[in-house]
């Protein structure tokens, strides 16, 4: 049953092939014998599962239509969940059980998702390896001894390794796209807006945005359709009408105008990546799309100004943990100033802690025009490249990651690391929609193609995705090892 998409195996519920609790029972067995191999779980929640499952099972013998119910889902460690524990990845939340549940859990749960349990993630989001994780790294599926990428490296693990057949993620600066890459799935970070954000823990409010990792557009599609909503609990959810995603996705893509903009394919891009990136590129061309040379100016500025940006965000939304009201609290405070540095001091890992310095001195008095205003005003340089852009084209193409999944511990130097998003960040601080998909192996390790898109075009960006999977067999290749 693991080898079946989301799509399949919701035609083989409604068939009754099976039951949404055998199907659970099935994947809760693979969780238990094999993550093992890989921690992408950080919480199983077997009994709910299965409780959720049952409920699936009759709302299906009553005649339930919804394409997801009785599907198992994980979700990433970010999303509050009422009643189970939800970490964001950090010993600060370690005790942390929700009173309720994120939107979009809420709103899987309605299309009648079951949910197996919460994914590992790099502490707080940040990070491109998952080796910040307080709960341990996470292996990759393809190689053990290399990253998933991060920070929704949980989700990615588990889905590639078939512990869940989907599996919900965030993005903020690439985190959802650079594991999709390493681990060889389809990921997508929609529009900032479209899916909402109330009850997700944030790292960066105005770049934060939900998606899914999974194995292919079609399965993406099933999924956006249920996560997406307006919420007036979140201010900068959008009010717009959801699309049934999967309705375009057989369109033909002759016609279809690509950008290949020059700054994505330069110095650092490994040779093999750009090979094979290159090779999906000339296959969307096969399929009758024509390609457009384009540049984006301001591309190398885009990894500056998100290290302005998202640190300072960070630094605001982190001040809420204080040992005060919920999270980690520090034995026996002397008085309430210890409290406070000792339980932030012992419930933070390093690279939060390095992200809150260098935001809280990025929005110091005196600081503030020199670096905060300056990156704004650089970010809305960005969004202006885009906007030429998609003035001449329809989509823009390029590499996702600069190279395959790495060993663990290869990327010593923060900087180094903040690098793996290069090509995913510009996307975030624009607010557009992007995808990764699989796009053929370098060294026994999945390469991923990214395309970004126009302001809710995600149903593009799912049908040129979709084309490419039905010309190509990438999405279907998985790991070695996996049974
Ligand atoms: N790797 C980036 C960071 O560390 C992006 C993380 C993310 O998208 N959550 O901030």
């Known amino acids: ?152 490296g949980g989700s990615a693990a588990a889905v590639a390794a078939q512990l869940a057949p989907v599996a919900t993620a965030t993005d903020t600066g690439g985190s959802i796209r650079q594991p999709a890459a390493l681990c060889g799935l389809t990921g997508l970070k929609p529009t900032y807006g479209r899916i909402s954000r109330w009850g997700m823990i944030a790292f960066a409010s105005s770049l934060d945005q939900a998606g899914t990792l999974a194995r ?46 020059k700054e994505y394919f330069g110095e650092g891009l490994n040779a093999g990546t750009e090979q094979r990136v290159k090779e999906a590129i000339a296959e969307l061309e096969k399929l009758g799309a024509t390609l457009v040379d384009i540049s984006l ?10 290290y302005v940006i998202a640190p300072a965000e960070c630094s605001a939304n982190l001040s809420r943990f204080d040992g005060v009201r919920y999270g980690h609290r520090c034995d026996d405070p002397q008085d ?29 008095a005196g600081y503030y025009d020199a670096y905060y205003r300056k990156a704004q005003q650089i970010r809305r340089l960005i969004k202006q490249d885009f906007m030429e852009a998609f003035k001449q084209v329809d989509v823009i193409a390029g590499p996702t990651a600069p190279s395959v999944a790495f060993p663990f511990g290869a990327k010593k130097d923060p900087v180094a690391m903040y690098m793996e998003d290069i090509y995913t960040i510009a996307t975030n601080l624009a607010g557009l929609p992007g995808l990764s998909l699989p796009c053929g192996l370098v060294d026994d390790k999945p390469v991923g193609l990214q395309l970004i898109g126009g302001y809710f075009e995600e149903a593009r960006l799912l049908n040129v995705a979709h084309q ?13 090892n996996i049974d």
């Open 336 to 364: 309430l100033l210890d409290m406070y540095c000792r339980s932030r001091g012992e419930g933070f890992g390093n690279e939060v802690k390095r992200r809150i310095l260098v935001g809280t001195y990025a929005l110091s």
């Open 216 to 261: 292919s557009a079609e399965d993406t599609a099933l999924m956006l359709g249920a996560m997406a909503s307006f919420d007036p609990k979140d201010s900068t959810s959008v009010d717009k009408d959801v699309p049934d995603y999967t309705a375009a996705l057989p369109d033909k893509i002759a016609g279809l105008k690509i950008g290949i903009p």
């Open 468 to 480: 490419f999977q039905l010309a190509t067999d990438h999405h279907r290749h998985t790991p070695a």
């Open 1 to 152: 049953m693991h080898k079946l998409s989301l799509a399949e195996l919701a035609k083989g519920l409604r068939d009754k092939s099976y039951s949404s609790v055998e199907l659970t029972e099935h994947y809760l067995d693979r969780i238990k014998r094999l993550d093992g191999n890989y921690n992408s779980f950080i919480t199983v929640t077997e009994e709910r599962a299965l409780e959720q499952a049952r409920a699936a099972d009759q709302a299906l013998a009553a005649g339930n239509t919804s394409p997801l119910c009785g599907v198992p889902i994980a979700h990433k460690d970010i999303f509050c969940t009422a009643g189970v524990k939800t970490t964001c990845g950090s010993r600060m939340l370690d005790n942390f059980v929700p009173p309720y549940d994120a939107t979009v859990v809420e709103n899987l749960g309605r299309a009648g998702c079951v949910t197996l349990g919460k994914t590992n993630m790099d502490e707080f989001a940040m990070g491109s390896s998952n080796e910040t994780s307080y709960f341990g790294l996470v292996k990759n599926p393809w190689d053990t001894n290399c990253v998933p990428g991060g920070s929704s």
């Open 297 to 306: 100016p301001h591309t190398h500025l885009a990894v500056p100004t998100y």
